[in-house]
């Protein structure tokens, strides 16, 4: 059923509800959009926080950026929600926020890219790292752009993640698989390390997709989770335990001097 309207301006900011009372964004972080037709989206403008937002604060901008209607302005990142759609066609949502611990595997230039829960093998496969790139301007886009057709969750070094689906609350439950899969590893990295699933085992689970319904993209590509026998138990791409000590020492550190 077409929503209308009206029922999308209000799943957005019921998403951003959600995503302000997860801690996912402070202050007016974070921006989500819809895209409701071949020509409008509708977007969360800048300067709101997304946890106080009303239905009437949305404005509706074309698939340029320009505004159509609306009282606020435009988020100056609204040039990444409108790569996605350009790119991949079967998206109608976008969410775009700071959940704090795949943010902070984001800070440190980790990939989520192990393969450690079934689910999340499933559901997303594993989420990438694009290089840092200015917020606001092109370079923002730019190292997303090959992930972007291959990846339905990606995190951005040094900013945060972007989500996306074909509708706003598969793209919000890819960034909350997202958070929930990070905390996990980071458990794990404190109690020793994580211990990874065969690849024979991923394959399975890639292969039972369909059977779940999932549509998820990076089935098979290079960057999906990394199995025992692809790293030969040497090359981890996580925070060990060693180095995240390092980091709590560094930012307390840096706290006592402040």
Request: glycine content about 8%.
């Amino acid at each position: 059923m077409v929503k209308t309207e009206r029922e999308h301006r209000e799943d957005i900011v019921r998403i951003g509800q959600l995503v302000f009372q997860k801690g996912w964004v402070a202050a007016n972080d974070g921006n989500i959009t819809v895209r409701m037709d071949a020509e409008r989206i509708l977007a969360t403008p800048t300067g709101v926080c997304k946890g106080m937002m009303h239905v009437d604060d949305l404005i509706i901008v074309d698939m340029k950026g320009n505004k159509i209607s609306g009282r606020a302005e435009r988020t100056s990142e609204i040039a990444m929600h409108l790569t996605v759609y350009e790119m991949r066609p079967d998206i109608k949502a976008v969410v775009h926020a700071h959940p704090p611990v795949a943010t902070g595997f984001a800070t440190a230039g980790k990939p989520l890219n192990l393969a450690l829960l079934p689910e999340v093998v499933i559901g997303l496969g594993c989420v990438p790292l694009a290089a840092y790139g200015l917020p606001g301007t092109a370079a923002l886009t730019e190292p997303m752009l090959p992930l972007i057709p291959k990846y339905d969750a990606l995190m951005m070094a040094n900013h945060g993640a972007v989500c996306y689906g074909e509708d706003v609350y598969k793209a919000y439950f890819r960034m909350e698989t997202m958070e929930h899969f990070a905390r996990i590893q980071l458990v794990a990295e404190l109690l020793g390390g994580p211990q990874v699933l065969p690849r024979t085992e991923v394959d399975k689970l890639l292969d039972a997709r369909t059977r779940y319904g999932v549509k998820a993209k990076s089935a098979g590509e290079p960057g999906c989770p990394v199995a025992a026998e692809d790293t030969g138990g040497e090359d981890r791409f996580y925070v060990t335990r060693s180095e995240l000590i390092g980091l709590v020492d560094e930012a307390l550190k840096a706290r006592s001097l402040a």
